[in-house]
């Protein structure tokens, strides 16, 4: 692992700022450690009523199982579709993103 430390001069302040690098490193997080994870199986559920076309949920699900549209919702924002369900981790990310709850999980056996 390399470490890299450099200093600069911003305006009176002198500021450090630290790299690290490493093969091994994780820069980032996938959302809990996504194949250890593999769900039972989920249906994912879009409530058009509340949800606002923010488009987080498509943007964060780590499979790409959901997308926007150009198609308007009943209140007129961009609607998120379910493209792939068959991909779905059943993570939970897109149901904790969600700013409006607009977006669940429900398993098969809550449905049965
Ligand atoms: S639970 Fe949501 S965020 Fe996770 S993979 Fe399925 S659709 Fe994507
Ligand atoms: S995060 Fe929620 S409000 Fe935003 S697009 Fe997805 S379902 Fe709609």
Redesign the pocket.
């Given at each position: 692992m390399l470490a890299v430390i450099s200093y600069f001069i911003v305006g009176p302040r002198l500021i450090q700022i630290t790299v690290i690098d490493g093969a091994d490193m994780k820069l980032w997080r996938q959302?809990f450690d996504m194949a250890e994870k593999a769900p039972k199986p989920?249906k994912?559920h879009i409530d058009v009523d509340r949800c606002k076309g923010c488009g987080y949920?498509a943007e964060?699900?780590?499979?790409g199982?959901?997308k926007m549209t150009d198609e308007l919702s009943p209140k007129g924002y961009d609607m998120v579709k379910?493209v792939d369900e068959t991909?779905?981790?059943?993570?939970?990310?897109?149901?904790a993103i969600c700013p409006e709850f607009g977006?669940y999980?429900t398993t098969e056996e809550k449905e049965e």
């Amino acid at each position: 692992m390399l470490a890299v430390i450099s200093y600069f001069i911003v305006g009176p302040r002198l500021i450090q700022i630290t790299v690290i690098d490493g093969a091994d490193m994780k820069l980032w997080r996938q959302p809990f450690d996504m194949a250890e994870k593999a769900p039972k199986p989920v249906k994912v559920h879009i409530d058009v009523d509340r949800c606002k076309g923010c488009g987080y949920c498509a943007e964060f699900c780590p499979r790409g199982v959901l997308k926007m549209t150009d198609e308007l919702s009943p209140k007129g924002y961009d609607m998120v579709k379910v493209v792939d369900e068959t991909k779905c981790l059943g993570c939970g990310l897109c149901e904790a993103i969600c700013p409006e709850f607009g977006i669940y999980l429900t398993t098969e056996e809550k449905e049965e």
